[in-house]
């Protein structure tokens, strides 16, 4: 198969769109965040050495897919960066979109195959579906609540819709061009393409997917292989003829002008994304792999991360991902970091006026955090964690009132949308003991606020040695309910003994947890005041009788 013509070049536009236009976040980073995403690019490791020539995203998971090798033409990655090779029916993959909770790839194979769609929930486990047509499917996108596909081959339907990826249906194309990218926006389809029959209507529109009418391109000669659309245009690239002209711009997807492209390469693949469009193409000596344009109409040439042939781009939460069908072990490259996984959520301890809360990292996807903001509800208070550390105090709390906490996490990219809100504490006032003693004890009674278990200990200094204190009593007591609480703390015989030669100066620790997890802790010092050994009474002489 030439893979030079038939691979997918997508962006998904709609409710489910992955292009995300954050240029305003960009504008505010520090300058040591780096150039923004679309300009500086790394290459990033591939399992295995097929021809990736699609890749979307979707349920936290990138999916790339081939159109040649056995058994390994799919590869997943959390973030852009780590693939791993999955296994899925033989078939040449030509794209692969992401919609109605399924990933769903169709072959653009010329010569019969065994299956020309494949659906997954995940990107790993695929199931085979029968497509509307046996044709060269080349593109597919889910955009205005369906699937809809394009194909290179067909008479007269060269397009195929389906609500849920798995029952499809024919569809009448305008023409028999072979039909190469897709795209949705402004409630409207635009597909372009190349080739037969003729030089003028390469380019066809649609309301719903199902009516298609044929417009007039802007170079005309020109085959075109991506659209999509952003900052109020449709911008078109062309993969072959032309020289200079190798891009064209549309306000309405209708009518079409012609554009200067960075250089004349074989553009294969644009988005939108970052304030920018973002094109990749084939690699030829001497010119650029990568051109970048902040309106569609001028655009300037960047370096791609390595001389491959690159197919198909996606962008999603602050980071572009290439896919390439050359390359020795190199055939994915990314521009820009992830943004932050979404943290796990909180937990929180409460104290006087105060709580510490621990946040972890989340387990979906995205990138490293660099560090979290907590936040409380009610009131907004708020206490910053910088990595490593893992938790931090939110003081300027009100007692006896329930507090929930999220977190975000940021990194250079951006930050985060919030945690799911932790269990509710509750921070209360200091701890009030009252202590007595008695020979053996220290009898202690506090009020409880609440049910939950009250711990107290006592520690004197080690004689005669700095070393680590030595225990006096300690008692563990469960709180039923609100209310007095009295403990007795029973001293260990050899405070005792220490007693009977003098004074013992200890420290009283009682902290009382309430269900909740609020903890409140009270710490005193005590002196147990010297203790007299109980006298013994001389026996009594016995009586001598004789």
């Known amino acids: 198969m ?41 290459s990033r490791a591939t399992p295995v050495d097929v021809s990736w020539v699609s890749v979307a ?29 999955r296994t899925a029916p033989d078939g040449d993959w030509g794209a692969v979109a992401y919609g109605n909770g399924l ?27 029968t497509a509307a047509a046996d044709n060269a499917w080349n593109a597919l996108i889910y955009a205005g609540g369906q699937f809809v596909a394009v194909a290179a081959s067909g008479t007269g339907n060269r397009v195929m819709t389906s609500p849920d990826g798995i029952t499809w249906t024919s569809r009448s194309s305008s023409s028999d061009v072979l039909w190469r990218s897709i795209t949705y926006a ?22 719903d997917g199902i009516t298609w009418t044929t417009r007039t391109a802007g170079v005309t000669s020109n085959n075109w292989y991506a659209v999509t659309y952003g900052a109020g245009l449709f911008v078109a690239l062309a993969g072959s003829s032309g020289s200079g002209e190798r891009v064209m711009t549309s306000p309405d997807g209708i009518t079409w002008t012609q554009r200067v492209a960075a250089s004349a390469t074989k553009w294969r693949s644009v988005v939108y994304a970052e304030g920018q469009f973002v094109a990749v193409g084939l690699y030829d000596t001497g010119l650029s792999m990568v051109m970048t344009s902040p309106d569609g109409i001028t655009w300037t040439a960047q370096n791609a991360a390595a001389d491959n042939d690159w197919k198909s781009l996606t962008y999603v939460d602050g980071i572009f991902v290439a896919v390439a069908i050359t390359g020795t072990g190199n055939r994915v490259m990314t521009s820009g970091v992830l943004f932050p996984a979404v943290p796990s959520t909180p ?23 660099s560090s979290y903001v907590v936040t409380a509800a009610p009131g907004g208070r708020t206490c910053s964690i910088v990595v490593p550390a893992t938790s931090c105090v939110v003081t300027g709390l009100t007692n006896r009132t329930a507090y929930t ?3 975000t996490a940021t990194n250079a990219t951006g930050t985060s949308a919030p945690s799911a809100a932790s269990a509710a ?3 209360r006032g200091p701890l009030v003991v009252h202590t007595r003693t008695t020979a053996t004890a220290i009898v202690s009674t506090l009020t409880a606020a609440a049910p939950g ?10 004689l005669f040695t700095r070393a680590a204190a030595v225990s006096v009593c300690r008692t563990t007591q469960a709180v039923t309910k609100a209310g007095r609480v009295t403990l007795t703390c029973t001293l260990a015989r050899g405070s005792q003994a220490i007693r009977r030669r003098g004074a013992l100066h200890v420290t009283l620790v009682t902290t009382l947890t309430l269900a909740d997890g609020t903890t409140i802790a009270s710490t005193k010092a005590l002196v147990l005041p010297r203790v007299q050994a109980p006298k013994v009474k001389p026996a009594q002489p016995s009586a001598v009788t004789g």
């Open 405 to 407: 906490f999220t977190a």
């Open 57 to 85: 995203y979707g349920n936290g998971t990138f999916v790339a897919v081939a159109n040649d090798g056995t058994g390994d033409h799919v590869m997943t990655s959390r973030d852009g960066i780590a693939w791993t090779a």
């Open 453 to 462: 278990t009250v711990v107290q200990s006592a520690t004197r200094a080690r």
């Open 347 to 369: 937990t929180a301890v409460a104290g006087n006026r105060q709580a510490t809360v621990s946040v972890t990292a989340g387990t979906g996807p995205g990138g490293s955090a």
């Open 186 to 207: 402004n409630g409207l389809y635009v597909a372009v393409g190349g080739q037969p029959p003729t030089f003028g209507d390469r380019v066809m529109t649609s309301p």
């Open 425 to 427: 504490v509750t921070p």
């Open 2 to 42: 030439d893979n030079s013509g038939y691979a997918s070049r997508v962006t998904v536009r709609g409710a489910l769109a992955v292009v995300l236009t954050i240029a305003a976040l960009f504008a505010a980073l520090p300058a040591s965040a780096g150039a923004a995403p679309g300009v500086e690019w790394t």
């Open 103 to 129: 990933f769903v790839a169709v072959s653009d194979a010329l010569a019969p195959t065994p299956y020309r769609v494949i659906t997954s929930p995940d990107g790993i486990t695929w199931t085979a579906r």
